[in-house]
């Protein structure tokens, strides 16, 4: 079949004439790309680069927002695109936690707002690292409604630390003594291993499937905390194939999760069409075959849009230059600010021969690209490196600054 094509292609290329092949590479080396200013806040979205944005959610029903985690901007940005997206109605957020941890969080943002939030975390540093600092739990509380429920989907397994809120809540709930001393001694065991940075004996590296199995037999009956723990049972075996280097079944298996709790969320709601922000990982949210190799949640989108005669919008967020959260776990702490390092965006920029300087110094700037893969074309998109390549190829805009801000943890 490859001998074919390229004999088929070889015919096209000798029914052209020299001069037209050569006027046709030198159009597509002057391709202007554009970059647009743009500003967002609760509010909404403003500047040139907002009403692009703007024109395109009006036919959007998902918008998928992929960043590189520990920005304070990302999530400012995900509140702009929400706000815009409620103009037409209805709109859900899919945040990178499991469901319970959601629900966990649901309840803390309708008991005392990001206040809340707060609480749920402290002294629990890697129990919610997708949700727990101050942006990304603004951005959550923008979707309490009014009526007490919060429109928000948790759809990646429970994270490594999430036992650390899971088993309080599986105590508050034991149908009897024994029941909750079992949840409370692995709850003691994971604080301990957290306070030390000890990250082999937390339990989800740790535990084999026969801990999970003689807890649920603790809780047998109750309905809510055979849940629970099957969840947790299930996300601890999703990182011990990573921590075994088994990494496409670590990566399989979540993605697979990600799929099913996604489509369960999704199908359950009132809507025939519901509006959708996700704010995950830019590995998440491109289209196509992700740099691990896997159909992520960002390639079930535009097909589930195609047929209810819409579209998903893909936006890849990251900054050039300035300053980014990090996760090092050390006793003395989780976490620490770094200068940005930026391997992704100005790689793409300086291949497609985009002035830096025409991004300022200050401010948040809008690139489409589009006009990127077809200045680039396949040969030049073949020399990004493999992450680049799936950002040019996966999604629709690049947000960026040269101003960037780390975000601001929770739980102190």
């Known amino acids: 079949m490859r001998k074919f094509f390229a004999a088929l292609s070889g015919l096209c290329a000798l029914s052209l004439a020299a001069p037209a092949a050569a006027e046709e590479v030198s159009a597509a080396t002057v391709i202007e790309i554009p970059i647009w200013k743009i500003s967002f806040g609760p509010d909404g979205l403003s500047g040139p680069g907002g009403d692009i944005l703007r024109t395109e959610i009006a036919k959007t029903q998902f918008v998928a927002l992929g960043e590189d985690h520990?920005?304070?901007?990302?999530?400012?940005?995900?509140?702009?695109?929400?706000?815009?997206?409620?103009?037409?109605?209805?709109?859900y957020h899919v945040a990178e936690i499991g469901p319970w941890s959601n629900k966990l969080?649901?309840?803390?943002?309708?008991?005392?707002?990001?206040?809340?939030?707060?609480?749920?975390?402290?002294?629990?540093?890697?129990?919610?690292?997708?949700v727990s600092n101050r942006e990304d739990a603004r951005l959550a509380s923008d979707f309490v409604r009014p009526d007490g429920t919060v429109d928000m989907w948790g759809i990646d397994q429970e994270f490594i630390g999430a036992p650390t809120i899971i088993l309080e809540e599986l105590k508050a709930i034991a149908p009897n003594?024994?029941?909750?001393?079992?949840?409370?001694?692995?709850?003691?065991?994971?604080?301990?291993?957290?306070?030390?940075?000890?990250q082999g004996n937390l339990l989800m590296l740790s535990a084999p499937p026969s801990t999970f199995a003689e807890l649920r037999a603790k809780f047998a009956g109750v309905e809510q905390a055979e849940a629970m723990?099957?969840?947790?049972?299930?996300?601890?075996?999703?990182?011990q194939h990573n921590n075994a280097k088994r990494y496409f079944a670590n990566n399989d298996d979540r993605i697979a999760l990600m799929h099913?709790?996604?489509?369960?969320?999704?199908?359950?709601?009132?809507?025939?069409?519901?509006?959708?922000?996700?704010?995950?990982?830019?590995?998440?949210?491109?289209?196509?075959?992700?740099?691990?190799?896997?159909?992520?949640?960002?390639?079930?989108?535009?097909?589930?849009?195609?047929?209810?005669?819409m579209q998903s919008l893909h936006i890849a967020?990251?900054?050039?230059?300035?300053?980014?959260?990090?996760?090092r776990p050390s006793p003395e702490g989780y976490t620490q600010v770094k200068a940005v390092d930026d391997k992704i965006i100005m790689p793409i920029l300086k291949a497609a021969q985009v002035d830096s300087a025409?991004?300022?110094?200050?401010?948040?700037?809008?690139?489409?690209?589009d006009p990127i893969r077809r200045k680039l074309e396949s040969k030049g998109i073949n020399e990004l490196s493999t992450f680049g390549k799936f950002v040019v190829?996966?999604?629709?805009?690049?947000?960026?600054?040269?101003?960037v801000k780390a975000a601001t943890p929770l739980g102190d």
């Not at 692995?186 to 604080?191: A, E, G, M, T, V």
């Not at 967020?317 to 980014?324: I, K, R, V, Y």
């Not at 190829?393 to 101003?403: E, H, M, N, Q, S």
């Open 358 to 369: 025409r991004i300022g110094d200050t401010g948040h700037y809008l690139i489409p690209l």
């Open 70 to 91: 520990g920005f304070a901007d990302s999530p400012q940005l995900g509140r702009g695109l929400a706000a815009e997206m409620a103009k037409h109605g209805r709109t």
């Open 317 to 327: 967020f990251s900054g050039l230059a300035g300053e980014q959260l990090t996760m």
């Open 260 to 309: 099913r709790l996604f489509l369960d969320n999704y199908h359950a709601t009132e809507e025939q069409a519901p509006r959708v922000l996700l704010k995950m990982g830019a590995f998440h949210l491109g289209r196509g075959t992700t740099p691990t190799k896997m159909f992520d949640i960002g390639s079930l989108l535009p097909g589930l849009a195609a047929a209810n005669k």
């Open 177 to 198: 003594a024994a029941a909750k001393m079992a949840a409370d001694k692995l709850l003691q065991k994971d604080i301990t291993a957290v306070a030390t940075a000890d």
């Open 229 to 239: 723990i099957d969840a947790l049972a299930e996300s601890a075996v999703i990182y």
């Open 105 to 130: 969080v649901q309840r803390a943002l309708l008991t005392n707002g990001v206040a809340g939030v707060n609480a749920l975390v402290a002294g629990k540093p890697i129990a919610l690292p997708f």
């Open 393 to 403: 190829l996966g999604f629709d805009y690049i947000v960026t600054t040269k101003a």
